[in-house]
């Protein structure tokens, strides 16, 4: 009988119960005990949920109050000092001073976050372990262990999931004094020990490891630790599966293959070439779970053909045989049946976590029973629905593929390099040194909010929405000018989300009501769904950015979201190349471009904050993918003349390996997130002479706290030991729609009066 499990499930919720939960704690309306209740019923509720539909080992330990590898550094003691609590046991208030800076019940104030970044290549955020020379480990969290108990109390059979110690070593970083983080193995691996014996003891048989930097170019003092742990770890009690996902195992695969564990998973939809391979190398009592059910993206398996290769795997592995899908659920949406108002063609397209959850557990009936009814009624359906959307007009628009087809490289060129453009810009800018801005949002209050759901639900008229947000655009312009910004935006009071908002307007998108997806904390976004061949039907920012213009003398900045990130942040088609979508969305927005232009906007911001994250795991898959994303933004940024600055902004990514692709984007200005690593991205441009304007954010928006002016100062004089002033802009990390008005207006206060004593320091 093949086995189905699920590598992890989405801990939000149907309705976004824990955001909800999470932000009325921080809020104050909720308290501990109304939280942990909260988070209790969400994890009955999914393991409920996956065993309806057929799966038969669940995860436990997918559930974090914030993010999974913050739970693990809690877990084995990784709590940097500025965090200790005074008790010496952490609480919850520990874990969310690590996330969002000190709180007043921990830590003292002015205590930063620690550093976020990109899970892998997903928009999922992480927070980052913070690893000293001395560290020590201890076990002081009892999240897993409670978990597991509550699972097995409401009668689930379970598979706990851990971050693999090598990756977990691996995702951190060394701070203080120099030295390599793999010497911290030895020291960490009696801790994976004590959590196997606990786990044993409580009953559990089978638990999961999870080891995704198995699908990276590992060096070899890495590979070789694999061994040394796990030839450590087999001692200890439990079965082990090592699951790997995200991508192919290409040379690490006999390393893998060879683990002394009792299993290994694959994604074989990220990399179906490892099949039949790994069949060769698994030793014969090991088990093989297969990745076969896309965890990452939003449409039906089709059935036919991986129900094909799951029967002749059975019969080489038989009892052996594990069904999964690829990676985490975590990364899908929660609930198909929801969504009532896709259209029955396209809803029958798509399939959400507990959806594929149901196509696990048919696949595996599939091998086990291959003439069920059951079976052979979804097989059925399957084909009908892949021959539907293969066939549907509504997804190839010739006209589309004409224009694409008749771009040429001159396309994608300014007129003139950068030093001439900046001469012309200056000129017309008239900016000072040290040029203060923001990344382009501020804050969406509750009316906001509640203007939107209301003009959305037809109790507000057109005229009356608009003059919603014509006001509050008028009062973002009217702060913004009383702090003594220089480059001011709009606020995007319009905008519900920086891709969705764009994605509304564009041909060949759709949409959800429900399609939420975790970024990181409480913070949840809804992609869009790529289905179609993309256009603009017509402009989408030009009249509330002329409007916010006629408000003021200052420069405004059009703010527009680029075609890397579009796609990345949406569920894309699997029919079509990424770089055919990618170059449909430059072509889209280059029109935006040149009419906010010709509405008499000087500058226009074209944010790529995805663009490190659509990078391939692989370094032999770099270049083709840096050349059509590099490619994609000159496209869509090179119709304007000179005289008009072209922007683009990027977050939470590590940037030293492609700093060479970023200049080669040839943005006038770049504006990137550094602050919580203390200008550590820096680095990029220590060797790398980048030729273009910069702006290092000076202060963390994803957190609460409010840095002092002195502390933004010591960012900017380090980015000076890098970049010539006059090619340094001073902007936050990132857009300003997550803070309240009375943080915002006062951290804004002090960058503007960190930029002017800098100006009289070099002036």
């Not at 003891?201 to 699908?215: K, R, T, Y």
């Not at 994803?702 to 970049?723: C, F, G, N, Y």
């Amino acid at each position: 009988m093949a086995i189905t499990h699920t590598l992890g499930f989405p801990r939000i919720g149907h309705d976004r119960e824990l955001k909800k939960a999470l932000e009325a704690y921080w809020q104050g309306s909720l308290d501990e005990a109304g939280l942990r209740q909260v988070g209790r019923e969400l994890r009955a509720a999914h393991w409920q949920v996956q065993r309806d539909a057929g799966i038969d080992l669940l995860p436990v330990g997918d559930f974090a109050w914030y993010d999974q590898v913050l739970n693990h550094s809690l877990l084995f003691g990784v709590i940097p000092e500025r965090f200790r609590p005074a008790g010496g046991q952490p609480g919850l208030d520990t874990l969310f001073s690590m996330a969002r800076g000190a709180t007043k019940s921990c830590c003292g104030g002015g205590v930063q976050a620690q550093e976020m970044t990109k899970w892998f290549d997903t928009n999922y955020h992480y927070l980052v372990p913070e690893f000293t020379a001395d560290q020590q480990f201890r076990l002081s969290w009892e999240q897993l262990f409670e978990e597991v108990d509550e699972a097995r109390a409401l009668g689930h059979e379970v598979k706990p999931v851990l971050i693999g110690p090598l990756t977990y070593l691996w995702l951190g970083k060394a701070k203080g004094e120099a030295f390599d983080k793999l010497e911290l193995l030895e020291r960490l691996l009696p801790l994976y020990g004590e959590v196997l014996q606990r786990l044993a003891g409580q009953g559990v048989a089978w638990v999961q490891i999870d080891e995704p930097i198995l699908v990276l170019d590992l060096p070899q003092d890495w590979k070789s630790a694999f061994e040394r742990a796990y030839n450590l770890l087999q001692r200890e009690p439990l079965k082990k599966l090592v699951a790997t996902y995200f991508g192919g195992l290409e040379d690490n695969l006999g390393l893998a293959a060879n683990l002394p564990v009792d299993g290994l998973h694959i994604d074989l939809v990220r990399a179906p070439e490892q099949y039949p391979t790994i069949l060769d190398r698994l030793p014969a009592y090991k088990v093989l779970s297969l990745g076969v059910v896309n965890g990452r993206n939003v449409w039906r398996c089709d059935l036919e053909p991986v129900l094909t290769l799951l029967q002749e795997a059975h019969q080489r592995l038989g009892e052996r045989l594990w069904v999964a899908p690829s990676c985490s659920l975590l990364h899908s949406p929660v609930d198909l049946e929801r969504e009532d108002q896709l259209d029955g063609e396209l809803k029958s397209w798509l399939a959400f976590a507990v959806q594929k959850c149901r196509e696990v557990a048919l696949l595996a009936k599939g091998v086990n029973e291959p003439e069920h009814p059951v079976v052979q009624a979804a097989l059925t359906e399957s084909r009908a629905v892949q021959a539907s959307r293969a066939a549907s007009p509504r997804i190839h628009k010739p006209q589309v593929r004409d224009r694409l087809a008749a771009i040429k490289p001159r396309h994608s060129q300014r007129h003139s390099p950068f030093a001439e453009r900046s001469a012309l810009q200056r000129a017309r800018l008239q900016l000072p040194l040290f040029p203060t801005t923001t990344i382009g949002s501020f804050p969406q209050t509750p009316a906001i909010r509640l203007a939107r759901q209301a003009y959305k639900q037809g109790k507000l008229s057109l005229t009356d929405y608009t003059e919603a947000m014509h006001a509050e655009i008028r009062h973002a312009v009217a702060v913004q000018e009383q702090l003594g910004l220089d480059v001011l935006v709009h606020g995007e009071a319009e905008r519900n989300d920086m891709v969705e908002y764009f994605a509304e307007q564009l041909d060949g998108y759709a949409f959800t009501r429900f399609g939420w997806v975790q970024s990181y904390g409480s913070r949840c976004v809804k992609p869009a769904v790529i289905y179609g061949d993309l256009s603009r039907p017509a402009p989408m920012t030009v009249e509330w950015i002329r409007y916010a213009q006629q408000q003021t003398a200052k420069v405004m900045k059009g703010m527009l979201t680029g075609p890397v990130t579009m796609l990345m942040w949406s569920f894309p088609r699997e029919d079509v190349s990424r770089e055919i979508q990618a170059r449909q969305l430059a072509l889209a927005i280059r029109d935006e471009v040149c009419d906010l232009e010709a509405a008499g906007i000087r500058i226009v911001q074209i944010d790529e904050a995805a663009f490190r994250e659509g990078l391939p795991l692989r370094r032999t898959a770099w270049k083709a993918y840096l050349e059509w994303a590099v490619d994609a933004f000159r496209l869509c940024a090179s119709g304007v003349r000179d005289e008009t600055q072209i922007h683009t902004h990027m977050c939470y990514s590590e940037f030293n390996d492609v700093i060479e692709a970023i200049a080669a984007m040839d943005a006038d200005v770049i504006t990137i997130e550094t602050s919580r690593s203390q200008m550590e991205l820096l680095e990029a441009f220590r060797d790398f002479h980048y030729p273009n304007d910069i702006g290092p954010g000076v202060y963390d928006i994803h957190s609460p706290r409010v840095p002092d002016t002195a502390e933004m100062i010591q960012l900017l004089q380090q980015a000076v030991k890098r970049i010539p002033a006059e090619r340094l802009w001073v902007n936050p990390d990132c857009g300003l729609k997550t803070r309240a008005w009375p943080e915002t207006e006062a951290a804004l206060i002090n960058m503007v009066a960190a930029a002017r004593q800098l100006r009289g320091q070099f002036a």
